[in-house]
């Protein structure tokens, strides 16, 4: 209703906000009452959170109020600008707290109290705009003071909600008399709208909108924004509640939580603070709403009463459980890296967001909404794994050939956050620091706009760890959980590290899994069970008894992962086997299944030896949860174990005699090279390592003594390189292949001269072929994609495994000084297992020495993929 205008006082050198009544308004009676209300209600009120009052007259007939001038932001401006950290929250709302505090001490009723009539400045919040405030007799909630002053410039058009609306008690609405505790109200209203950037109530008309406020509460901000605590749920709860006698009595008190919860911060005991406020049935009074307010009509007086009864009838805090079902698409495949961390519930609980290749296309990241029919693709997100949401739910972080990145979900707008070679998971809190945790090492932290990564926690040598993955940020946003792998049989364990460097690594005792925070619980897995135990804030420590949330639950072994993420009050989880168990079987030419050889377990790495006869791979030992390394004869389908250290055992190559095997153990923590008999007989020779890489084993030169391996580094800025190792005297790595890119699976040929390998160098995976000495030009072999190549015995012809997974037959010569391509054929669709283990791209299928027959890993994936499972209110499982 006023002009503001700013000006310098000459007189005390000073710049200052002077308030006028425009012309237009100063005529009427009632705005003119308005304006000198204000001035005398600022005069009474000397608080630093209180704009000041200078001075206030009439000048030629123009009324005015000289005021402090105020060098910020309103708080309207800031939430729509970007979220508020939970501590800025709360440092603001006990201030204007403590402002009102000081207003309701002075008999002054604020009646407007909203976002825009806060300011935001360098010296804290300052509350402005005591037009409507009350003060010595009661006036009437529902005169016209109380709305159209203050209806904003064009929001006059029927239909259009009312900004004062949003914040206005039940009992303004009904015509009774405003109170301290109609501003508590108003002040939960806004503390919910810092916390969650939504407005508490909302309705397409002015109706729907009283009745909102009338029968019904906002979700819990902490379901909105999951940094919330539940304390600040209980604050806005209890400022909310329906009937004033149930509320906060003072702003005092109400100033005195706010401060308590900002001082506690993450240390805040959810025992403490999670009483439910209870909300009873107000005596219903006469709804003496004027006219001339709110322009009342049959509906609004209809929806009042609808949302008081409303009101009365429901119960609070019993909210059913409800389990509900999101079904997956037969032709949707959830592959490598790990299924069960290929999907995330945005923190505000609307949407979720999960990596699948649709048929026979890349892998890609898909937006599902849950109130929603479909899923939608995410252009420009191919090969995406393992997604996690921004706190704002604006963003999903995700990763995809060896980068980590960004896509804003409104745009589909990716980003580049850094290279990320080999990292498996991560957590991104309010402060827009992203924690990652590479298969292989401890965690590393990076800002969400890029950067240089920082190491963040230490491994625990001395207890044989080799991993710190899973990471998950508690509420504060410094705090978080972290599952901890050794290089022995000991089950992965969860710990609770901290940003701040001095912070001691906890063990969260009991905890074998990948964990998150909801909703003053943890939410982990035991066995194939999805539970939810109490966790104290204060002890970061678990609490009372556990309770079941979910049965048959898809875990991965190695590494640790089970399939749940939390979003609030809703959960989302996926069933599926105990272990991902293919079988090794015989195919011809045209993909005939020709015989199966031995039973179905979870196997990879498949290497078949020089003659044929055998074949090698790496078998998950269940009761150990480690992988060693079995031989099968072929001709008989018998396995015998060929490796028995308590480490994994993973990728591993022949000689071309066949009588000795290199391969790839994690006995000293990293996975290094090592040498063994292929009969069994003796012990394993250390053959190399790396301090700074993983070694994979891939060829063994026909000629010369030596092999090709490629590397793993989830830190290293060139990714996965390929290298040469000398058998002979000290061993000795020469580059074959190193660039920013990821250069994995070399094969050489079998006249030595030549190293075929994948490279996603193109922005997809792709064949290619080198000179094995370095010296030539690079080829490539595969036209729309391809991985894992096998060279046939003559090297007339070099297979590989396209992107639609087929089985491709390239016809090549290098015979002359340059490698020519000839005819590519696809043969058949090769169901093969994709992931690998620990940063490999590990084979699953080799080819015997004529071409004509494949020994392949085979999956059934004929299958329909399980459903999402949807838990909404699952803390209700609670006996």
């Given at each position: 209703?006023?002009?503001?205008?700013?000006?310098?006082?000459?007189?005390?050198?000073?710049?200052?906000?002077?308030?006028?009544?425009?012309?237009?308004?100063?005529?009427?009676?009632?705005?003119?009452?308005?304006?000198?209300?204000?001035?005398?209600?600022?005069?009474?009120?000397?608080?630093?959170?209180?704009?000041?009052?200078?001075?206030t007259?009439?000048?030629?007939?123009t009324?005015?109020?000289?005021?402090?001038?105020?060098?910020?932001?309103?708080?309207?401006?800031?939430?729509?600008?970007?979220?508020?950290?939970?501590?800025?929250?709360?440092?603001v709302?006990?201030?204007?707290?403590?402002?009102?505090?000081?207003?309701?001490?002075?008999?002054?009723?604020?009646?407007?109290?909203?976002?825009?009539?806060?300011?935001?400045?360098?010296t804290?919040?300052?509350?402005?705009?005591?037009?409507?405030?009350?003060?010595?007799?009661?006036?009437?909630?529902?005169?016209?003071?109380?709305?159209?002053?203050?209806?904003?410039?064009?929001?006059?058009?029927?239909?259009?909600?009312?900004?004062?609306?949003?914040?206005?008690?039940?009992?303004?609405?009904?015509?009774?008399?405003a109170?301290a505790?109609?501003?508590?109200?108003?002040?939960?209203?806004?503390?919910?709208?810092?916390?969650?950037?939504?407005?508490?109530?909302?309705?397409?008309?002015?109706?729907?909108?009283?009745?909102?406020?009338?029968?019904?509460?906002?979700?819990?901000?902490?379901?909105v924004?999951?940094?919330?605590?539940?304390?600040?749920?209980?604050?806005?709860?209890?400022?909310?509640?329906?009937?004033?006698d149930?509320?906060?009595?003072?702003?005092?008190?109400?100033?005195?939580?706010?401060?308590?919860?900002?001082?506690?911060?993450?240390?805040?005991?959810?025992?403490?603070?999670?009483?439910p406020?209870?909300?009873?049935?107000?005596?219903?009074?006469?709804?003496?709403?004027?006219?001339?307010?709110?322009?009342?009509?049959?509906?609004?007086?209809?929806?009042?009463?609808?949302?008081?009864r409303?009101?009365?009838?429901?119960?609070?805090?019993?909210?059913?459980?409800?389990?509900?079902m999101?079904?997956?698409?037969?032709?949707?495949?959830?592959?490598?890296?790990?299924?069960?961390?290929?999907?995330?519930?945005?923190?505000?609980?609307?949407?979720?967001?999960?990596?699948?290749?649709?048929?026979?296309?890349?892998?890609?990241?898909?937006?599902?909404?849950?109130?929603?029919?479909?899923?939608?693709?995410?252009?420009?997100?191919?090969?995406a794994?393992?997604?996690?949401?921004?706190?704002?739910?604006?963003f999903?972080?995700?990763?995809?050939?060896?980068?980590l990145?960004?896509?804003?979900?409104?745009?589909?707008?990716v980003?580049?956050i850094?290279?990320?070679?080999?990292?498996?998971?991560?957590?991104?809190?309010?402060?827009?620091?992203?924690?990652?945790?590479?298969?292989?090492?401890?965690?590393?932290?990076?800002?969400?706009?890029?950067?240089?990564?920082?190491?963040?926690?230490?491994?625990?040598?001395?207890?044989?760890?080799?991993?710190?993955?899973?990471?998950?940020?508690?509420?504060?946003?410094?705090?978080?959980?972290?599952?901890?792998?050794?290089n022995?049989?000991?089950?992965?364990?969860?710990?609770?590290?901290?940003?701040?460097?001095?912070?001691?690594?906890?063990?969260?005792?009991?905890?074998?899994?990948?964990?998150?925070?909801?909703?003053?619980?943890?939410?982990?897995?035991?066995?194939?069970?999805?539970?939810?135990?109490?966790?104290?804030?204060?002890?970061?420590?678990?609490?009372?008894?556990?309770?079941t949330?979910g049965?048959?639950l898809?875990?991965?072994?190695?590494?640790?992962?089970?399939?749940?993420?939390?979003g609030?009050?809703?959960?989302?989880?996926?069933?599926?086997?105990?272990?991902?168990?293919?079988?090794?079987?015989?195919?011809?030419?045209?993909?005939?299944?020709?015989?199966?050889?031995?039973?179905?377990?979870?196997?990879?790495?498949?290497?078949?030896?020089?003659?044929?006869?055998?074949?090698?791979?790496?078998?998950?030992?269940?009761?150990?949860?480690?992988?060693?390394?079995?031989?099968?004869?072929?001709?008989?389908?018998?396995?015998?174990?060929?490796?028995?250290?308590?480490?994994?055992?993973?990728?591993?190559?022949w000689?071309?005699?066949g009588?000795?095997?290199?391969?790839?153990?994690?006995?000293?923590?990293?996975?290094d090279?090592?040498?063994?008999?292929?009969?069994?007989?003796?012990?394993?020779t250390?053959?190399?390592?790396?301090?700074?890489?993983?070694?994979?084993?891939a060829?063994?030169?026909?000629?010369?003594?030596?092999?090709?391996?490629?590397?793993?580094?989830?830190?290293?800025?060139?990714?996965?390189?390929?290298?040469?190792?000398?058998?002979?005297?000290a061993?000795?790595?020469?580059?074959?292949?190193q660039?920013?890119?990821?250069?994995?699976?070399?094969?050489?040929?079998?006249?030595?001269?030549?190293?075929?390998?994948?490279?996603?160098?193109?922005?997809?995976?792709?064949?290619?072929?080198?000179?094995?000495?370095?010296?030539?030009?690079?080829?490539?072999?595969?036209?729309?994609?391809?991985?894992?190549?096998?060279?046939?015995?003559?090297?007339?012809?070099?297979?590989?495994?396209?992107?639609?997974?087929?089985?491709?037959?390239?016809?090549?010569?290098?015979?002359?000084?340059?490698?020519?391509?000839?005819?590519?054929?696809?043969?058949?669709?090769?169901?093969?297992?994709?992931?690998?283990?620990?940063?490999?791209?590990s084979?699953?299928?080799?080819?015997?020495?004529?071409?004509?027959?494949?020994?392949l890993?085979?999956?059934?994936?004929?299958?329909?993929?399980?459903?999402?499972?949807?838990?909404?209110?699952?803390?209700?499982?609670?006996?």
């Amino acid at each position: 209703m006023g002009e503001v205008y700013k000006a310098r006082d000459t007189r005390l050198d000073r710049l200052v906000a002077i308030k006028i009544l425009p012309e237009a308004l100063a005529g009427d009676p009632m705005f003119r009452e308005r304006f000198e209300r204000e001035a005398r209600t600022i005069s009474q009120l000397d608080h630093p959170h209180i704009c000041a009052l200078y001075d206030t007259g009439q000048e030629g007939g123009t009324s005015y109020i000289v005021m402090q001038f105020l060098d910020g932001e309103t708080l309207a401006d800031r939430i729509a600008r970007t979220p508020l950290p939970l501590d800025e929250v709360l440092r603001v709302a006990a201030e204007i707290a403590d402002a009102l505090d000081r207003a309701h001490r002075s008999g002054v009723v604020h009646r407007d109290l909203k976002p825009g009539n806060v300011m935001l400045t360098k010296t804290g919040a300052k509350l402005l705009d005591f037009g409507l405030a009350k003060t010595g007799a009661p006036v009437p909630g529902g005169s016209s003071l109380s709305i159209l002053p203050t209806t904003p410039a064009g929001l006059t058009a029927q239909g259009t909600i009312l900004g004062t609306f949003q914040y206005m008690a039940p009992e303004q609405l009904e015509g009774a008399e405003a109170d301290a505790r109609t501003d508590i109200f108003a002040f939960g209203a806004m503390l919910y709208e810092m916390a969650t950037r939504r407005k508490a109530f909302e309705g397409r008309s002015q109706a729907t909108l009283i009745a909102s406020i009338i029968g019904s509460d906002p979700p819990a901000a902490s379901s909105v924004n999951t940094s919330a605590p539940p304390a600040l749920d209980r604050v806005i709860r209890k400022c909310l509640a329906k009937d004033p006698d149930n509320r906060w009595q003072s702003a005092r008190d109400l100033k005195d939580e706010l401060v308590w919860i900002q001082s506690a911060g993450s240390q805040i005991s959810t025992n403490a603070t999670a009483m439910p406020v209870p909300a009873s049935g107000r005596r219903r009074k006469g709804v003496r709403v004027a006219v001339t307010a709110i322009a009342a009509s049959a509906l609004v007086v209809a929806a009042l009463f609808a949302g008081m009864r409303t009101r009365s009838e429901r119960t609070v805090n019993e909210s059913p459980t409800v389990r509900s079902m999101i079904p997956v698409p037969s032709d949707f495949v959830f592959a490598a890296p790990t299924p069960s961390q290929a999907f995330a519930i945005s923190p505000d609980g609307r949407r979720l967001a999960f990596s699948a290749a649709l048929g026979t296309r890349a892998r890609q990241l898909w937006i599902r909404p849950l109130d929603g029919l479909t899923a939608q693709v995410l252009p420009g997100t191919e090969g995406a794994a393992s997604p996690f949401w921004s706190p704002d739910s604006r963003f999903v972080a995700f990763l995809a050939l060896g980068k980590l990145k960004k896509v804003e979900v409104a745009t589909s707008t990716v980003t580049t956050i850094a290279d990320a070679a080999g990292i498996q998971s991560g957590s991104w809190n309010r402060d827009d620091v992203i924690l990652f945790g590479p298969r292989v090492g401890p965690l590393y932290r990076i800002s969400s706009s890029g950067g240089a990564p920082t190491q963040v926690t230490q491994l625990d040598v001395a207890a044989s760890q080799v991993s710190h993955t899973s990471p998950s940020f508690l509420p504060d946003g410094r705090h978080f959980f972290y599952v901890a792998t050794t290089n022995t049989s000991a089950p992965p364990t969860l710990f609770i590290g901290s940003l701040d460097p001095q912070f001691k690594a906890k063990q969260v005792v009991g905890v074998m899994s990948n964990a998150e925070y909801a909703l003053g619980h943890l939410l982990f897995a035991r066995e194939r069970i999805l539970m939810a135990q109490p966790f104290d804030l204060v002890r970061l420590e678990l609490q009372g008894e556990a309770f079941t949330l979910g049965e048959q639950l898809e875990v991965e072994t190695r590494p640790f992962s089970a399939a749940f993420r939390a979003g609030g009050n809703l959960l989302a989880y996926r069933t599926g086997s105990e272990a991902l168990r293919s079988q090794l079987a015989w195919f011809d030419r045209s993909g005939k299944h020709l015989s199966d050889v031995g039973d179905a377990v979870d196997q990879m790495a498949l290497a078949l030896s020089p003659d044929g006869t055998r074949a090698i791979a790496s078998l998950l030992d269940t009761a150990r949860n480690t992988r060693d390394l079995w031989i099968y004869e072929l001709t008989r389908g018998l396995r015998t174990r060929f490796t028995f250290d308590p480490a994994d055992d993973v990728l591993s190559v022949w000689s071309p005699d066949g009588k000795e095997i290199v391969y790839s153990s994690r006995q000293k923590g990293r996975l290094d090279l090592y040498r063994k008999s292929s009969d069994g007989a003796g012990a394993e020779t250390p053959l190399f390592s790396d301090s700074q890489n993983n070694l994979y084993p891939a060829s063994w030169h026909p000629r010369e003594a030596s092999i090709v391996y490629y590397t793993g580094n989830a830190s290293s800025r060139t990714g996965n390189d390929i290298f040469a190792l000398s058998l002979t005297g000290a061993a000795k790595a020469t580059p074959i292949v190193q660039s920013d890119f990821n250069e994995t699976n070399p094969a050489i040929s079998p006249d030595g001269q030549w190293v075929a390998f994948n490279s996603n160098d193109s922005g997809k995976s792709e064949v290619y072929v080198v000179p094995f000495h370095g010296v030539g030009g690079k080829w490539q072999v595969s036209a729309q994609g391809g991985s894992y190549p096998r060279w046939r015995r003559d090297g007339k012809e070099l297979f590989y495994i396209a992107s639609d997974r087929k089985l491709m037959a390239a016809e090549v010569d290098g015979s002359g000084g340059a490698f020519q391509v000839g005819r590519l054929q696809a043969l058949f669709e090769a169901k093969i297992r994709v992931a690998g283990f620990a940063g490999s791209n590990s084979y699953n299928y080799d080819v015997s020495a004529d071409g004509q027959r494949f020994l392949l890993n085979t999956i059934n994936d004929d299958a329909v993929p399980s459903p999402f499972m949807i838990l909404s209110n699952w803390t209700g499982l609670k006996k």
